[in-house]
């Protein structure tokens, strides 16, 4: 019987869950869709490019707001069988408090584990994924990056300026190049027009021009009636290297490893040493944080649901009901909150880390202990 009322719960929270993110994590990522809108406006990027960047970002959102919605769907949920006398059931079939929380406890490291393999696998692939789209994508909207009497930079290695502009014609046009280190040329035209190939590739053809070519310190100027500039050759300045957050858990330990290895060594480094064995020792902090955020951050998950036990606590026929419930509530937010702060600092030292880690712990041990020492006085009649 203990073990039907339980699973029943457990279904409950299940899924208010599911539902709960699913409409949340769309909102969000609908949002989110929009203020990426920049990647086809001024970026220059395909909707396929935009569409699946965007696409691949849903799992980091999911477990971004995973804690929250886990939060809320306890509360809901148990907040539901009190109002509806449901909870009696439990104490009638000889279920205490005790055993109602921990049975919380266990649907808590369920939702632990997920969230644990969310940020540890998951959020890095897909991340990584998204990003290898601008890897092998060019500018695939050119004309819709040119603006008229504005110079235009978003293109790597080139800076255009056009006076007029129609569709894809264009009206007195300079192009800048950045061909090498010590070497560039500008590209003077009374006219210009964008044009696309089948294969998708991209090219300005100038009309009257001149060509100034800049080779340390030297000019040699070029007049042509007719000439082509192939943009296919060109990217946009949208990052396409791996971001802290984008690197998978293997390389995050390596990484770590690495530092450790170097910080054992040398109590100093210089800029010639900012990469030691493949890792930049200059976001050492951040590599630490990245760490925590995704092996010890879920573990206030286990806290949270442990916070959402304390309804039981109070009957819902007492005065201090509702303003008790807030107070729960609340205090769950705050070790939400608390978990986000104490990230951005525990990247800056050992010591730092084993705080982080001993935070969620504690208070865990301090509830429990509460609940515990409190269990034969908050029986029901």
């Given at each position: ?6 699973k029943?719960?457990?279904k409950?929270i ?14 969000v ?10 990647l086809?406006?001024e ?16 799992p ?16 809901y ?39 644990l ?7 890095p ?18 004309t ?7 110079f ?9 300026f ?11 046009i300079?192009?800048?190049?950045k ?34 070519n ?71 902090g ?6 925590l ?8 998950i ?20 509702k ?59």
């Open positions: 019987m203990k073990k039907l009322i339980f029943k719960i457990t409950d299940t899924l208010f869950f599911l539902i709960s993110i699913s409409c949340v994590s769309i909102i990522w609908i949002i989110q869709a929009v203020n990426y809108l920049d086809i406006s970026d220059g990027h395909s909707l396929k490019v935009y569409f699946l960047y965007t696409l691949y970002s849903l980091k959102i999911i477990s971004k707001i995973l804690p929250f919605i886990f939060m809320i769907s306890v509360f949920v148990i907040i539901k069988y009190e109002l509806n006398n449901e909870l009696i059931i439990y104490w009638i079939n000889g279920i205490t408090k005790l055993n109602f929380v921990n049975n919380i406890i266990k649907i808590s490291i369920l939702f632990f584990i997920f969230q393999f969310l940020t540890s696998t998951i959020v692939f897909t991340l990584d994924k998204g990003r290898s789209f601008f890897r092998s994508s060019n500018v695939d909207l050119f819709s990056i040119i603006k008229e009497r504005k235009i930079d978003t293109v790597e290695n080139l800076t255009i056009v006076e007029k502009k129609n569709n894809n014609s264009l009206k007195n300079l192009i800048k190049e061909i090498n280190k010590d070497q560039s040329q500008i590209i003077v035209a009374e006219s210009g027009e964008i044009i696309g190939f089948e294969n998708f590739e991209k090219k300005i053809i100038l009309y009257k021009g001149k060509i100034i800049t080779e340390n310190n030297k000019q040699g100027i070029i007049n042509f009636s007719k000439f082509n500039l192939d943009l296919s050759k060109f990217n946009t300045k949208t990052i396409t290297h791996p971001k802290t957050q984008e690197m998978s858990s293997i390389n995050l330990f390596r990484c770590l490893n690495t530092i450790n290895q170097f910080k054992q060594n040398n109590k100093t480094y210089n800029k010639d040493k900012k990469f030691f064995l493949g890792c930049n020792l200059e976001i050492s951040a590599i630490s944080e990245e760490f955020k995704r092996f010890f951050s879920p573990l206030f286990i806290l949270i649901g442990m916070t959402s036990c304390l309804i039981v606590m109070t009957g819902k026929d007492e005065k201090s009901y303003i008790k419930n807030f107070l729960n509530f609340s205090l769950g937010i705050t070790f939400i909150i608390i978990s986000e702060i104490t990230l951005r600092f525990s990247g800056l030292g050992i010591n730092n880390i084993i705080i982080y880690f001993l935070i969620p712990t504690s208070i865990f041990l301090m509830i429990y202990l509460y609940i515990f020492f409190n269990n034969k006085n908050l029986r029901r009649k």
